[in-house]
Structure formats: structure tokens, C-alpha cells
């Protein structure tokens, strides 16, 4: 998923100049009528192939370790597949894979995983508990595998099999991690990566021809695609429906986009500017959605030598002054919703959401008046206005046009913003040592609002400014926060609801950062002849091709209408 | 012989110093390679292990830079340039080079020799016709469009050839994306149609330049003495233009030549960026994008080296072919 560029963003204007008659029409996700879901539950016969549409910038390396974070979108969910796979979108509703079921303690400190019987990796060797067990071990041998810090941060002390059952035992409450080690881990096979080179260096291992129990095989690979066929003997009977996979190497978002407007592509994920002439209107087949994932926020600095925005006032100001729906609908095209001063996600996670304490601080709705008079109390105003600037990637598009929103919506208040473009490079400098006024980011998310309000705020994310910080880049640190981040691992469920609203008590109160709209997974897909994607009605997965291991969940679901005669 | 020893010591000299800039440089530049990785990754791993896995593949920031340097200098020498530590994590440079080195020798190789070709031709009927139609028209068109920038030229054959003519031409890539590379009928013809709109743009680009200096090469020649001699001897009018006045009007622009073939590798930024063509000039933009060491060190190096040893080429060429550059070495 990149952003767009700049030479692709003049394509896009040349083209929307040259774009004659454009005929608005409103922009829906085309619901399916209940019919289709009940049609697209299967099972459905065999055949078809799908082209997906993935921005990643470069050719491919045909590599397929997948420890190797630059390259395991290509392997996680198609060869490799995790034991539970959690539905961030569904109120992490569980999909047992490789896992048949398994067990908590009453703590939560412990977890039995039995491992699913008959499961073939597509050398024909079977899956055991061994594998599972190898796994883990390798993750602490080999630092460098642990993507997730399950050993160093989740506090993983053992594995331990026996039979067909893999026990995971932590040093404290590890419930939140289980979309970690349980979701977003891949099993590799022992007798693949236990011996000879792999063995040797696993981390950095190539992999060229992934063993794996996923639904697909890569055959075969080049630089500019990679073809996946089904995997015969996959353990789910019957599927993959779908026996081929096209993954195209786009280096940018114009290509893709026009491959996808064309039906060349049938699978998109990444952000189309005005999507609806360049998209949707070109036939009744192509449907857009973009489920809300996490936010993208205004992160002020906290620190105590940026005088003004570690001033509560200020961050009330700005995060009352900003309409942030105009944002959404001026900077974003209206492809991404708001956010609220809460920073949980809405819809998707509606019931960690507190709409009376969101009222009752006053940001259910703009109100410049508040912000005008915070702002005079401190002797500011628009003829002697607060400066300050913000920091943003040079290319971010829609970045660019939503700040260049918000610097209208604070002109009258009394606040004077600057935009500042750096490179990328620059930009995560400063953002991560804490060098600006305002930053512009979003951060990566989890399937409850917890994941990413905790890198936001909890202080063991922080650093010193100088320091690159984990993912607590404002600096915010209030004991009583971490407290409660620490006790959500051993509460119930009714509990944890009550902590996020807790904790969202204290975003409304201290300002810490201020969500402006909403980031999205940008998903576009062409029902022509391939049904079976992922919809508001039937949410199964997150459905940009980008999402590990939820591509091979999409993928499973995946058939061809042609096929089914 | 002394002059060839002096032209070799230079040579070894201006490399060194351009391996040292190169070693240099892209550590001064802000950000770190686990800093864009981590930002590739969407800041959801663990940078401990990010950071362990970049040391795995080679990287060592708390190493003594003069250590590094020293292990730079001699990797360099000795070919062991290392594995991308960028976007193609995991690469050997050299690979990453390879699949790219030939695209761009290709497209902008190949264009560059027709562009020259193409513009000294003109540039001699034009120079011999002077005030004639030819002289009128195409001088002035090229000039006017070698000033116009290259993503520009680029951009608008997009629009006008690409998307205008509902995607006549492609405007991306090196060849269609299903076809696995072959030497058939299929495969050739896609990779020539792919390459007809980057290497338009280049050509329309850079010929101009050719055209000018030869044109004015060719009046100045035009009235030597030798020339008029020929025309008195009855010669036709063919035999002068080319025989006489191109032949030695040629001999500048040729070693301009030389110098333009070393820029070929660096492949042409921004044309290859625009048209996502995956040769050596969108390779250096990716690897300055995602700080990947590894990567830029060779790549800066093979550019550096090209442009030497052409030259390099270009004084020896001119010393065997001019007694005068002879004369006081």
C-alpha cells in the first residue's frame, strides 16, 4: 500500500481535465442483497482466476521467508498459514486454522493449542505439533524472527508439546497478545527451515519455493509477477474455489489504478483520487469498500520545551476547532470518515465507543467559539495569532489537502499553521526523535480499540526527545493510563469495554493527540465474474490484499461465477 | 606514455574520492534504513527485531565508521557489495543490479546512440542547406523541446498516446506483466511497445543538442579552403557534404558522445520513474527512498565508474586520433 505520488497525482489532474461529462453520482459500497451472501457461503466448484492490484513499489525479490517483514505479504495467508485467525472487523470473531481449537488458563497465562489433524504441507509431509513447537523456539533463538516480541515483550517463557497439543506459557497475563502469536505468526515447517541453509540463518534465509499448508503455491515467480496455483491437497476439501492467483508488481498507484478501472485487475488496494469517475462509473461490476481501521491524528508535542502545544488550551483549541468532517470530505474526498476525540474507531468498533462523554466534553461537534476564547485566554488571537507548524510526507496527497483544510479551519481562531513537506526519510527523523510542533500520522491498529490507543499512549513507547520513541511519538506519560493499559490483559470482556471507555476518558480530558479522520483499508473490487469478497454485510476479513493472514481468509472465500455452470 | 600514466593516476584518484563521497554521503543523509523499515512495516514489528534482522543482513550502525569504511573500500574492490537492506530486503546487490542493468543499457542506451545518430544526420543536411525548409524547421522545433523538462515530455505522451488512445501504448513497466521472459515473438514485441514512449521522450529530449552543434560545426567547416577545393575540383554536392565538411565537422560532437555514453548507466531518473520502468535510475531512487546503503554505495559506484572510464576512453581516443593532444605529453 503506498501512498500516492506526485508525478502520478499530475497524471490524475491531466486526466481529470481531460475527463469530459462528469456525471456525479453518490458513492455506495453497492450492498449485495442478502440473496448473494446467502449464495456466496458455498462451497462452489472449482476454477477461475482473480488479479489483485497491490501497490508495493518495486519488482518482486521472489523471496517468500516469512520472517522477512519486506516480503511476507506475499507468502503469509496464500502458503503460510497462522493458528487462529482473529476478525479485526468482527469483534475478533475467530477462524480456528491450523489450530483446531484451544484453551486459556484461568489467568491467562497459559494457552493449549491442539493442533488439527490430517493438515498436509504441500511437500506431502504432515503438520505436527512439533512444527508449531519449532516455530516458537526458532522466534527465540533467532531475535531477529521475533516480529512481534513475543519472547522479549509478551513475556513468553515456554513452549512445550506433547501429542498433538502446543502449550505457550507467559509470565503474566498475555490474552491481548493472542492476536499476535495466534493470528499473526505463521507455522513454518521443521523439516523445511530446520535444516541445511535455512537452518543455518532463518531469518535471512531466500525461501524461493515457500513450503507452506496454505490454499496456494507459488508457481512460478519472476520479477514482475507471481503466479499462485491452488494447492491440490489443501486440508479445507473443496477449496481454494479459485485455482489461480495474479500478483502483478506495480511500482506505483497510476498503473494499478488503470489496471483496476480497465477489470484488467479485480482485487484493489490502495487510494483512487476521484474514485467515483475514474472507478466506479465505469462499470456497474466495480464496488468500493473501505472498512475504518485506525486513525490519523495531529500528534502534538507534549514535551515541556514546545511551550505551546504541551499547553493543554491549545490542543483543546485545535481539537475543538477542527471540523473534521469537512476534512474528511474536502482533504480525503470523502473516502475516509472522520475520527472522533476518542481515537476508537467507528463503526468498527462501536461498543468501546462513549458518545455521552464525547458529548458532554464537547467535541460531539466543532465549536470555534470554544476554541476563539480558549485561544484569547492565553492572548492569542487572529491579528496576533499562536504559530505553529506541522510535519508531513512530501507526496501524501490527501495529507497535503486535508492539513491545507484544517490550516483554513484555525486561521479564525487564532492559531497560524505551517505545512511543513519533508521527504520521508526526514520525516520519520523527526517524528520518531520528537523534533516538531505537529506532526500528521496514523498509526498501525489491532482487532480492539486497546492496540493502538496503547502504542499511542502507554509510556513504555515513549523516549527522551532525541530518543527514537517506539510509537508513543507525542510524549504523553500519565501513570494512571498505564495503569488501567495494565489491567486490561486479565479483565473479561464487559471489563475491557469499560477500561477503552476509561481510557478514552482520559483522550477527551488531556488531549494527547487529536484524531482527524479516520484511515481506512482501502479496498476496490470488480464482481464481473469473481464473488465472494468481503462486504459491509459480510465482513469477513479485512479486504485489502495487504492484510496478513486475512488475504487467505478473502482468498478462501473467493469463486467464479463463470466456473459454477 | 607518460601522458597515458598521468591520464591512469588521475584516474585511480578521482575514483577514490568519488568512493569516499559515496561512502559518506548517504550516511549524512537524515533517516536510517531501520527507520524506513519501520515505516514500511507500518511501525507494527518490534524494532528490536527489525533491527536484528537489518544486522543479519549486514548492517552495523554501531560499528566504528572507520572500520566501515575500510571494509567499504575493499568490498567494493573485491565485488562483495553486500544485500539490500531496502525495499528488496534480503537481495544481493548484485542481482538487484543485474535485472536492472539491462533494461537501462537498453532503453536509454539504445536511444541515446539513435538520438546522436538521428541528430548529427539532421544536424548535417541542415548545417549544408542552410536557410532551407529543413534548416527552418527542425533545428528550432528540437532546440525548444530539449529545453522543455523531461517528466513534462513524459507526462504529455502519457496523456496523448496512452490514455487518450485508451491505453494504445502502455505507459509503465518494461513488459507486459503475464508474459514470462522468452525469446518469443510475443514477449520481444511487448517489451519493443513498451519502450516506444520512454525512449520517445528521451529522444525528443536530447536530440536537439546533437543537431545544434553539429549544424554549426558543419557552417563553420563549410567554409574552410578544403572545402572550396572540393567544390572547384567539380565534386558533387553529396561527396562535400559528407566527405568533406561532416567528416571533420563529426569529430566533436563524437567525443561529446563519448561522454554522454557514460551517463547511460545512470539511466535517466526521472523518465524511468514516471514510465515505472524498472532499470538503474528507478533502482536509485528506491534505494535513496528507503536508505538502502548497500544498494546506493554500488550504484553510485557503477555511475562514477562509467563516466571515468569514458572518459577515460575519450582522452586516449583523442590522443590516437589528434597529434596536436599528443604533442607536449
Given at each position: 500500500?503506498?501512498?500516492?505520488k ?10 481529470a481535465?481531460?475527463a ?9 459500497p ?21 488479479t489483485?492490484?497491490n ?9 517468500f521467508n516469512?520472517f522477512?517483514?519486506?516480503v511476507n505479504?506475499?507468502?503469509?495467508g ?14 475478533q ?13 484461568a ?6 493449542f ?5 493438515v ?14 519449532f ?6 533463538k533467532?531475535?531477529?524472527?521475533d516480529?512481534?516480541?513475543l ?15 502446543v502449550?505457550?506459557?507467559f ?6 497478545y ?5 493470528n499473526?505468526?505463521v ?14 540463518s ?13 490454499p496456494?503455491k ?17 486440508w479445507q ?6 485455482q489461480?492467483?495474479?500478483?502483478p ?9 488503470q ?11 490502495q487510494?483512487?483520487?476521484?474514485i467515483?469517475?475514474f472507478y466506479?462509473n ?17 500528534i502534538?508535542?507534549?514535551?515541556p520545551?514546545?511551550a505551546a ?5 491549545v ?5 475543538s ?12 474526498g470523502g473516502?475516509?470518515p ?8 467507528l463503526p468498527t468498533f462501536?461498543k468501546y465507543?462513549?458518545g455521552a462523554?464525547?458529548?458532554?466534553a464537547?467535541?460531539d ?9 480558549l ?9 496576533n ?23 483554513q479551519?484555525?486561521a479564525?481562531?487564532g ?5 511543513v ?14 523534533d516538531?510542533d ?5 498509526q ?10 496503547r502504542?499511542?499512549?502507554?509510556s ?9 520513541a ?11 493510563v498505564?495503569?488501567l493499559?495494565?489491567?486490561?490483559p486479565t479483565a ?8 477503552i471507555k ?7 480530558r488531556?488531549v ?7 484511515s ?16 459491509p ?25 463463470s466456473?459454477q455452470? | 606514455?607518460?601522458?597515458l600514466?598521468r591520464?591512469g593516476?588521475f584516474?585511480?584518484l ?6 569516499t ?25 518490534s ?10 543482513y549486514?548492517f ?17 574492490v ?10 528488496s530486503?534480503?537481495v ?11 533494461w537501462?543499457?537498453g ?10 545518430l538521428?541528430?548529427?544526420?539532421i ?15 527542425l ?8 529545453a522543455l ?20 501504448l502502455p505507459?509503465?513497466?518494461n513488459?507486459?506483466t503475464g508474459?514470462?521472459?522468452a525469446f ?34 558543419m557552417?563553420?567547416t563549410?567554409a ?18 559528407l ?5 571533420n ?19 535517466s ?12 535510475g528507478?533502482?536509485?531512487?528506491n534505494?535513496?527512498q528507503?536508505?538502502d546503503?548497500?544498494?546506493?554505495q554500488?550504484?553510485?559506484m ?11 576512453a ?10 596536436r593532444?599528443?604533442a607536449?605529453?
Open positions: 500500500m503506498r501512498r500516492t506526485l508525478v502520478p497525482a499530475l497524471v490524475a489532474l491531466a486526466l481535465l481531460a469530459t461529462a462528469c456525471s456525479p453520482s453518490k458513492q455506495q453497492t450492498p449485495d442483497s442478502s440473496e448473494d451472501i446467502a449464495a456466496d457461503m458455498g462451497p462452489h466448484k472449482q476454477g477461475g482466476s482473480v489483485i492490484a501497490v508495493t513499489g518495486q519488482t518482486w525479490t521472489c523471496q516469512p522477512n517483514p519486506a505479504q506475499t507468502s503469509n496464500f502458503v503460510y498459514e497462522p493458528l487462529v485467525f482473529v476478525n479485526l472487523l468482527q469483534d470473531a475467530e477462524t480456528p486454522m491450523l489450530a483446531s481449537s484451544y484453551e486459556w488458563n489467568e491467562k497465562t497459559s494457552i493449549v491442539t493442533v488439527r489433524d490430517g498436509k504441507w504441500n511437500d506431502g509431509q504432515p503438520l505436527t505439533a512439533d512444527d508449531v513447537v516455530t516458537f523456539e526458532l522466534m527465540k533467532e531475535p531477529a524472527t516480529l512481534y516480541a519472547w522479549t515483550g509478551a513475556g513468553l517463557q515456554s513452549v512445550k508439546g506433547e501429542g498433538n497439543k502449550t505457550l506459557s509470565a503474566q497475563a498475555a490474552q491481548p493472542f492476536f499476535n502469536f495466534a499473526q505468526v507455522i513454518v515447517p521443521k523439516h523445511v527451515f530446520g535444516a541445511g541453509e535455512a537452518a543455518a532463518p531469518a535471512t534465509w531466500a525461501n524461493p519455493n515457500p513450503v507452506g499448508t496454505g496456494f507459488v508457481d512460478p515467480c519472476t520479477a514482475n509477477n507471481i503466479q499462485y496455483v491452488a494447492n491440490p491437497s489443501y476439501p473443496g477449496k481454494p474455489y479459485i489461480k492467483v495474479q500478483y508488481a506495480y511500482l506505483d498507484n497510476g498503473p494499478a489504478n489496471d483496476l478501472a480497465s477489470g484488467k485487475a479485480q482485487w484493489g488496494s487510494f483512487i483520487p476521484g467515483e469517475n466506479l465505469k462499470s456497474p461490476d466495480n464496488h468500493t469498500w473501505s472498512p475504518p481501521v485506525t486513525n490519523v491524528a495531529l502534538p508535542n507534549l514535551d520545551s514546545h502545544t504541551s499547553k493543554l488550551e490542543r483543546q483549541a485545535i481539537a476547532a477542527i471540523d473534521r468532517a469537512r476534512v474528511a470530505e474536502i482533504g480525503e473516502q475516509q472522520a475520527a472522533n476525540q476518542t481515537g476508537v474507531v462501536q465507543y462513549d462523554a464525547v458529548a458532554s464537547g467535541y461537534k466543532p465549536d470555534a467559539a470554544r476554541a476563539t476564547s485561544l484569547s485566554g492565553l492572548g492569542y488571537s487572529p491579528s495569532p499562536l504559530k505553529l507548524s506541522v510535519i508531513t510526507v512530501t507526496g501524501y496527497t490527501d495529507w497535503d489537502a486535508s492539513l491545507a483544510v484544517i490550516k479551519q484555525l479564525p481562531v492559531i497560524e499553521l505551517t505545512v513537506d519533508l521527504a520521508q526519510q526526514t520525516y520519520n527523523e523527526r517524528l520518531f526523535k520528537g516538531f505537529l506532526a500528521y500520522y496514523g498501525a491498529g489491532g482487532p480492539t480499540p486497546y492496540y493502538e490507543l502504542q499511542i499512549l502507554h513504555a513507547n515513549t523516549a527522551p526527545l532525541g530518543t527514537e517506539t510509537t508513543n511519538f507525542e510524549r504523553y506519560k500519565n501513570p494512571a498505564d495503569a493499559f495494565d489491567k486490561y473479561d470482556d464487559a471489563g475491557q469495554v469499560q477500561i476509561e481510557i478514552s476518558g482520559f483522550m477527551l488531556d494527547p493527540i487529536i484524531p482527524v479522520t479516520e481506512v483499508d482501502w479496498f476496490q473490487y470488480n464482481t464481473s465474474d469473481i464473488r465472494g469478497w468481503p462486504s454485510q459480510n465482513p469477513y476479513a479485512q479486504p485489502a490484499a495487504f492484510n496478513i493472514p486475512d488475504v487467505g481468509q478473502v482468498l478462501l472465500h473467493l469463486y467464479s461465477k466456473a455452470k | 606514455m607518460r601522458y600514466l591520464r593516476g584516474f585511480l578521482t575514483l577514490w574520492a568519488a568512493l563521497l559515496n561512502f559518506f554521503l548517504p550516511r549524512l543523509m537524515p533517516g536510517s534504513p531501520l527507520q524506513a523499515l519501520r515505516d514500511r512495516t507500518h511501525n507494527k514489528l524494532p528490536a527485531a527489525l533491527q536484528e534482522l537489518l544486522t543479519s549486514g552495523k550502525p554501531d560499528e566504528n565508521l572507520a572500520v566501515q569504511y575500510v571494509d567499504y573500500l575493499g568490498n567494493m573485491t565485488g562483495h557489495w553486500g544485500v539490500s537492506i531496502g525495499g530486503l534480503g544481493p546487490v548484485t542481482t538487484i543490479i543485474g535485472e536492472a542493468l539491462p537501462t543499457l532503453l536509454v542506451g539504445v536511444t541515446t546512440v539513435l538520438a546522436f538521428l541528430g548529427s544526420l544536424g548535417t543536411v541542415a548545417g549544408w542547406k542552410r536557410g532551407g525548409r529543413l534548416d527552418a524547421v533545428p528550432p522545433v528540437f532546440v525548444i523541446t530539449s523538462p523531461y517528466f513534462w515530455i513524459a507526462l504529455l505522451m502519457i496523456l496523448v498516446f496512452s490514455v487518450w488512445t485508451g491505453g494504445a505507459s509503465d513497466f513488459y507486459e508474459l514470462q521472459p518469443t515473438g510475443e514477449f520481444i514485441g511487448s517489451v519493443l511497445r513498451h519502450a516506444v514512449l520512454p525512449s520517445a521522450t528521451i529522444l525528443i529530449t536530447s536530440i536537439g543538442g546533437w543537431i545544434l552543434t553539429m549544424r554549426n560545426n557552417i563553420t563549410l574552410e579552403d578544403y572545402v572550396r577545393m572540393g567544390r572547384a575540383k567539380g565534386l558533387s554536392g553529396r561527396q562535400i557534404m566527405g568533406y565538411a561532416a567528416r565537422a563529426f569529430l566533436p560532437n563524437l567525443s561529446g558522445f563519448a561522454m554522454s555514453l557514460g551517463f547511460v548507466i545512470a539511466g531518473i526521472l523518465v524511468e520513474y514516471v514510465f515505472n520502468y524498472p532499470g538503474l528507478y533502482l536509485l531512487y534505494s535513496v528507503n536508505v546503503y548497500p544498494l546506493m554500488a550504484l553510485f557503477l555511475f562514477t565508474v562509467a563516466v571515468l572510464v569514458a572518459v577515460l575519450c582522452d586516449l581516443a583523442t590522443v590516437w586520433l589528434d597529434p593532444a599528443r607536449k605529453g
